[in-house]
């Protein structure tokens, strides 16, 4: 426990930030889910033929999966803020316009007799009976949909949107339990807040003659609370809105594992120190797809990634052992193929491989060292990869056919989940980058690939042309990194971050300092 303090005070401003970027996107999303859902609750009241389309429409997006309907608005919206507060409204909608629904159709008849008795138009008896009577059915509804949100809004990070799930995807993927912790327990205490706030609004809006204890409510208590409400939401939009930097800014994105983050706050720093240029971080963005689809919609301006990735995955080219080899045609076929929208100015380092992680009680007991031994072994190991790595052209299945191989069970996972089950004993093997730090922290070795299945990995700064246009000075800057870091480096870099709890951004930056790259 006390570790799990010091981790707080280490990392106070950045959890304060994260937790002011979190309410601020949590209340956006109810805002705008409040502002549609009780109007389509009133309109499918009033026009029958309309309700069973929109219910049913409601009702199928939540059951989509959130992080399918994230996928799928990505190409449309991008990243950022836009998908990651569109997604969440939409899953806030269903308590908010059946409890509305509910509300307006139950109200006693007689009520409304007397309504049309006295005069009253249809608009008047919305506003002065139907309305007012139903508020506090409504409102739990909003309560319901706005704890929900707090949760939900976690995978705004996936997208460089920001927030708490920052936290806990980051810890998931390094095994931190302290990071996770450090994300979930003020998510949970801000729901709660949300909770007590809008159960207050609820009894402050329910009509005297409705509660249960027959006393008055207080006017006041919702003045106060919708002023602290109106002034929380426009304090964190202001927040959010100056926190970003003025001027000229690269934005620099990555993707979601330790080597990622490293690399790409090495190179913002060296960006930071060595031109005038602003820099905007938008780190831990998923797979590649999602880092692809954002720098080539512009969304972001540069991100490091791989040139065995990028020939087989991104440009669709056969495989190319050699290094040097695989690093010249990358950067020829980016050229011819996206000349006008992406090149690739520099190498950072030397290349890395992929294999096959593995207990070593396991490996010892069947005398297990490359890949092809476990193919003497088929339908009696189970395989926990990557998802990403199960539908590669540099993946399982391509590798599975070169060697002959049939495991008993593949069980994909995302990130370090695949470490846990391996030392769990859930699986035996799993596939890993080279550098990864968790195969020290763990303990493991990598299976070798005799028959060289895969290709080299040298990591390389993938840029938008019309940004490295505008700031020619950016290709001297990122070339500083040029074989600076081995794969023994790496390894180490990644330790720090994967198993003794080290930012990033900390990691980075001393490295660049011991380099004498910046000061």
Avoid: W
């Avoid at 809004?153 to 912790?181: D, E, H, P, S, W």
């Avoid at 060296?270 to 938008?282: F, H, M, S, Y």
């Avoid at 193929?337 to 069947?366: C, E, H, M, W």
């Avoid at 040029?482 to 930012?503: F, G, P, Q, R």
């Amino acid at each position: 426990m006390s570790n799990f303090f010091s981790f707080i005070l280490e990392r106070k401003e950045q959890i304060l930030s994260l937790l002011v970027e979190h309410t601020f996107l949590t209340m956006l999303a109810i805002a705008l889910a409040i502002l549609i859902g009780i109007p389509l609750g009133i309109l499918i009241t009033n026009i029958k033929p309309l309700r069973k389309p929109i219910l049913g429409l409601i009702n199928t997006l939540q059951a989509v999966p959130s992080m399918a309907l994230l996928g799928l608005l990505i190409p449309l919206l991008g990243i950022g803020t836009v998908p990651a507060v569109t997604t969440v409204v939409l899953y806030s909608l269903l308590p908010i316009v059946k409890n509305t629904f509910t509300a307006l159709t139950n109200i006693d008849e007689n009520m409304l007799e007397a309504a049309r008795g006295m005069g009253l138009t249809k608009r008047q008896t919305l506003i002065k009976i139907k309305i007012p009577v139903s508020l506090p059915l409504i409102m739990s509804g909003v309560r319901i949909s706005a704890v929900t949100s707090v949760g939900l809004m976690t995978l705004a990070a996936f997208i460089g949107a920001g927030g708490l799930g920052y936290l806990v995807f980051t810890g998931v993927q390094t095994v931190n339990n302290n990071m996770i912790l450090a994300g979930a327990i003020p998510a949970c205490i801000l729901a709660l807040i949300i909770d007590f706030i809008f159960g207050k609004i609820e009894v402050a809006v329910t009509p005297v003659g409705l509660l249960s204890d027959g006393k008055k409510n207080n006017n006041k208590v919702l003045k106060v609370i919708g002023v602290i409400l109106a002034i929380l939401l426009v304090f964190t939009g202001i927040s959010n809105i100056f926190s970003g930097k003025k001027g000229d800014t690269i934005v620099v994105g990555s993707k979601n594992y330790s080597e990622q983050l490293i690399l790409a706050n090495m190179v913002a720093d060296l960006i930071e120190e060595k031109t005038d240029l602003n820099v905007e971080r938008k780190l831990n963005l998923g797979g590649s797809s999602v880092v692809s689809s954002a720098i080539q919609k512009g969304e972001i301006d540069m991100y490091v990634d791989y040139t065995g990735c990028l020939l087989l995955n991104i440009l669709g080219e056969p495989l190319i052992r050699d290094k040097d080899e695989i690093y010249n045609r990358s950067k020829e076929l980016m050229e011819e193929r996206y000349g006008k929208q992406l090149a690739i100015p520099a190498q950072v380092f030397n290349a890395s491989a992929k294999g096959f992680d593995y207990n070593k009680t396991i490996a010892d007991k069947y005398n297990i060292k490359k890949i092809s031994d476990l193919a003497k072994y088929n339908n009696q190991f189970i395989i926990s990869p990557t998802m990403e790595f199960v539908n590669r052209d540099d993946g399982l299945n391509e590798l599975s056919k070169l060697y002959g191989l049939k495991f008993k069970s593949v069980k994909a996972m995302d990130g370090s989940l695949r470490y846990s089950a391996l030392k769990n004993g859930d699986c035996q093997f799993i596939d890993a980058f080279s550098t990864e730090g968790l195969l020290k922290a763990f303990d493991l070795q990598v299976l070798e690939d005799d028959r060289e299945f895969f290709p080299p990995y040298n990591a390389v700064p993938v840029i938008r042309m019309d940004t490295l246009e505008k700031y020619p000075e950016l290709k001297e800057v990122l070339s500083v990194l040029d074989e600076k870091i081995d794969e023994e480096t790496m390894i180490d870099l990644n330790y720090k971050v994967d198993k003794l709890s080290k930012s990033p951004e900390e990691v980075a930056r001393e490295f660049l300092i011991s380099e004498n790259l910046i000061e």
